[in-house]
């Protein structure tokens, strides 16, 4: 069974940083493209950034551009968001997801981890 399993949401000051880790469970995923999205009280689901299977090149909405970094660590079958820089306007509950292999459907997804960031 797969499961992605997020962590290292919480609390911070704007300005500040956090790193949030989605370790993946049930196969492996270096032939699927690995996201993050976030989702803020009253709006939709909106995409943040992806690590491509391919070449691991990122992909990166532009209001996260520049302070956001996509990793992944194919030994540990984990991804990671780091967050710098960090706005009000980023809080929100964050989602780690996965393509199927060699795919672009998202088919696989974390239960969320809170991200608040104060003024």
């Known amino acids: 069974q797969v499961q992605l399993v997020e962590s290292g949401g919480g609390f911070v000051q704007a300005g500040g940083s956090l790193r949030l880790s989605c370790a993946a469970s049930?196969?492996?995923?270096?032939?699927?493209?690995m996201g993050w999205f976030r989702q803020a009280p009253g709006k939709e689901r909106e995409f943040v950034g992806r690590l491509r299977w391919s070449g691991d090149s990122t992909d990166y909405v532009d209001s996260v551009k520049g302070r956001f970094t996509i990793s992944r660590d194919n030994a540990k079958n984990t991804v990671y968001l780091q967050m710098n820089s960090l706005k009000p306007e980023d809080t929100a509950v964050y989602y780690c997801?996965?393509?199927?292999?060699?795919?672009?459907?998202?088919?696989?997804w974390g239960q969320g981890t809170q991200v608040t960031v104060s003024s």
């Open positions: 049930g196969r492996t995923f270096t032939t699927s493209a």
């Open positions: 997801a996965a393509t199927e292999p060699y795919s672009n459907r998202w088919a696989y």
